[in-house]
């Protein structure tokens, strides 16, 4: 008999609270077995790989399980992060997503995944609610190397101001949008301007900067590095290519190797001053906290799945955890990785005692 519309979804939404509760609370390999396993095979492991084989999750069913909570904790004055992910996994067979993507943490290639984001942070919150994953499905040859390699259909640039589009659809309540270097495009920034919303992003120290609109008309442009700002000293004026006004402040900061690095940033609202820029984009760092709960807390990397719908649907189900332990931690006031540590000392002490009762018997 043929399964109703109604009832297929009550059962998909039954295996989607099953699985991630299943990557919050597994602390090895995230495996349909394993999960049967844990639920004394009252569910099979062929039901949980159909399950997976036959779903095709969206950054669309992301916003529909998550827009409750969202509407619940936004304001205008919310933050929207961009930043993209990569998440190395050597040894899964190569295809249009698992595939050579480059890591800036790494400053090199590696074999994996790449997935782009969209944070949105509001009173100590953090929701994602949006992501694409990095598909390079164009393979080509390299005119120098001769060999095959893989391209995208759309650069990360261009599916940033997609989802930023989707944010405003969805009539997201923020003003600012934070990014890192890598997405501080003059594109980027003329298309979040055009929606009337804010942009704070790290820049780098070569970029072109005018002093004044006359120094823009008459080209005289210069590096901002060769500016030489002092820590938190700030500028107005012109970034070479976008037509708005600006303010670029120089942030000075110590490495854990004693050395000092400088962080250019660039705002479009000119109402701040250096240290409100300064204060609103250490927010930015909320992503780099997602991104490190994804791998460490949700199971992201530990799935053998190898067909890239079951990898992109467990990629999926991977951020809803996220999105369940960040409810949890509203609820229960405590970090991912406390909550973790709590679910790890529990199971401990149960194996603990079932050790003991088995060396009594």
């Not at 979804?9 to 999960?35: P, R």
């Not at 844990?38 to 949980?48: G, R």
Request: charged content about 30%.
């Amino acid at each position: 008999m043929k399964q109703k519309p109604e009832e297929k979804a009550k059962k998909i939404n039954e295996y989607i609270d099953l699985y991630t509760d299943f990557l919050i609370s597994q602390f090895g390999y995230a495996t349909a077995t394993g999960l049967s396993a844990t639920l004394d095979n009252e569910v099979s492991h062929d039901q949980i790989t159909r399950f997976l084989k036959n779903s095709e999750f969206t950054s669309k069913d992301l916003w529909k399980r998550v827009k409750k909570i969202v509407r619940e904790i936004e304001s205008e004055d919310g933050c929207l992060i961009f930043d993209d992910t990569v998440q190395e996994k050597k040894w899964t067979d190569e295809n249009d997503i698992i595939c050579w993507h480059y890591d800036h943490t790494k400053g090199k290639s590696v074999k994996g995944l790449n997935i782009l984001n969209m944070l949105y942070y509001n009173n100590e919150v953090s929701i994602p609610v949006g992501f694409e994953i990095i598909k390079k499905d164009i393979l080509y040859s390299d005119i120098k190397t001769k060999k095959q390699k893989r391209k995208s259909k759309k650069t990360k640039n261009e599916l940033l101001r997609d989802m930023f589009d989707v944010a405003i659809a969805n009539n997201l309540k923020f003003k600012y949008v934070l990014m890192d270097i890598w997405f501080a495009s003059n594109e980027n920034f003329e298309h979040i301007a055009s929606k009337n919303k804010e942009f704070i992003a790290a820049i780098k120290g070569n970029r072109l900067f005018a002093k004044s609109l006359d120094d823009k008309y008459e080209g005289k442009f210069a590096s901002i590095d060769s500016l030489q700002l002092s820590d938190k000293e700030s500028v107005r004026g012109y970034l070479k290519g976008y037509d708005k006004e600006i303010i670029v402040v120089c942030r000075v900061f110590t490495n854990k190797d004693g050395s000092r690095g400088t962080l250019y940033l660039v705002c479009s609202d000119l109402t701040l001053d250096s240290n409100s820029i300064s204060t609103i984009y250490e927010k930015r760092w909320k992503v780099e906290e997602f991104h490190k709960s994804l791998k460490s807390n949700v199971n992201l990397a530990k799935s053998p799945t190898k067909k890239v719908k079951t990898q992109s649907n467990h990629i999926f189900l991977s951020i809803l955890a996220f999105f369940k332990l960040e409810c949890l931690k509203i609820k229960h006031n405590l970090n991912h990785f406390a909550l973790r540590m709590k679910l790890l000392i529990k199971a401990n002490r149960i194996a603990y005692n079932e050790l003991q009762r088995l060396k009594c018997a």
